[in-house]
């Protein structure tokens, strides 16, 4: 017999030159209003900072608190065109730039692990309902070089303590509004998807 999941959503403050973070916005909503979904045991849904020497240690907290199963990370990309689905995350600071702190790390590995780590959710099939779903959505192989791909780095090599989903991956979003490829009503029937056929392929699996 299947166990629900303890589901865990997270997305960012805003930074520099993003005032606005749709992914702040998002997670407020799902605290207001969690996913109802049978395969579900607890849901929780956190703002992390963009701050490459907090958000570790955040992860490490949440997860000693929370014990989550699946975490799905969402995070904004002004270049977006849709829901773009990370496929895979670079262990790598090379590029990275100033976070909120005006910190920028060295050109070093994130964590001990493997160079890159693939993404853990259903990702055909949460591409498929999302097209399904008349949303638009992509796909990508670099997530970048900022807490982002920090984020989904710690998050797959289970680099911070206490902080081990089973399933684990990242999905960037655009700006929303008015002329933007999504409004907020998508990106949160969008994030809906995607958590329930995360859910679902936890529950058969």
């Not at 958000?55 to 014990?67: A, D, H, K, Q």
């Not at 070093?108 to 498929?128: M, V």
Request: hydrophobic residues 45%; glycine residues 10%.
């Amino acid at each position: 017999m299947a166990v629900a999941a303890r589901v865990l959503v997270t997305g960012f403050e805003p930074f520099a030159g993003a005032p606005v973070n749709p992914t702040e916005w998002l997670v407020g909503e799902l605290r207001r209003d969690p996913p109802a979904l049978d395969g579900i045991a607890a849901f929780r849904a956190e703002v992390l900072p963009v701050d490459y020497a907090k958000v570790g240690p955040r992860l490490s907290e949440i997860g000693r608190e929370f014990r989550p199963d699946i975490a799905i990370h969402f995070g904004l990309a002004a270049e977006c065109s849709g829901f773009r689905l990370e496929r895979v995350a670079r262990n790598s600071f090379a590029g990275a730039r100033a976070d909120n702190s005006g910190a920028v790390p060295q050109a070093s590995d994130i964590c001990e692990g493997p160079e890159t780590l693939a993404s853990t959710l259903p990702l055909a099939a949460i591409h498929d309902r999302l097209r399904a779903g008349g949303l638009p959505v992509e796909w990508s192989d670099d997530a970048g070089a900022y807490l982002c791909n920090m984020v989904f780095t710690l998050s797959r090599a289970h680099a911070c303590q206490g902080f081990a989903p089973e399933m684990s991956g990242f999905v960037h979003v655009p700006p929303t509004g008015e002329g933007k490829p999504l409004g907020n009503a998508q990106l949160l029937a969008g994030a809906r998807i995607i958590i329930g056929e995360a859910v679902r392929r936890q529950s058969i699996s």
